[in-house]
């Protein structure tokens, strides 16, 4: 059983909004950091967006999604949300999330660090 699992994937045109999830099984994922991260056909997986856990509520992107793609959690249910809108052809991609109890999603730290659990991955198709 996955520790971590992704949804919300799916084929869209350009120009419109996925909203992926993030769920937790035997984890309470509001005291875990959770990336996430994509993979493109033949492209090396790139990290997307991260979330502090606790009580630090720091976020991070990468530059070519800042001001589209948004991060947040719902602790209740114990899900993170990665909100995308105007999505591009180049968001195509398999979408991954990760947790990690440490501290990955941290300034100067948040581009390379680590994470412990992954989830299996959501595909997601921008058509132009």
């Known amino acids: 059983q996955l520790v971590v699992e992704e949804s919300g994937g799916g084929s869209v045109q350009s120009g419109g909004s996925l909203r992926l999830s993030c769920a937790a099984a035997?984890?309470?994922?509001?005291?875990?950091?959770v990336g996430w991260f994509r993979q493109a056909p033949g492209k090396e997986r790139e990290r997307i967006s991260c979330?502090?856990?606790?009580?630090?509520?720091?976020?991070y992107y990468r530059e070519s999604v800042k001001g589209r793609f948004t991060i947040s959690r719902d602790n209740a249910k114990h899900t993170v949300y990665l909100q995308m809108n105007s999505l591009k052809p180049e968001d195509t991609a398999v979408y991954y999330c990760?947790?990690?109890?440490?501290?990955?999603?941290?300034?100067?730290?948040?581009?390379?660090?680590?994470?412990?659990?992954w989830g299996q991955g959501t595909q997601v198709t921008v058509s132009s």
């Open positions: 979330i502090s856990g606790g009580d630090d509520h720091s976020t």
């Open positions: 990760a947790a990690d109890l440490g501290y990955p999603c941290q300034d100067g730290v948040w581009e390379f660090a680590e994470y412990r659990y």
């Open positions: 035997e984890i309470m994922l509001e005291h875990y950091a």
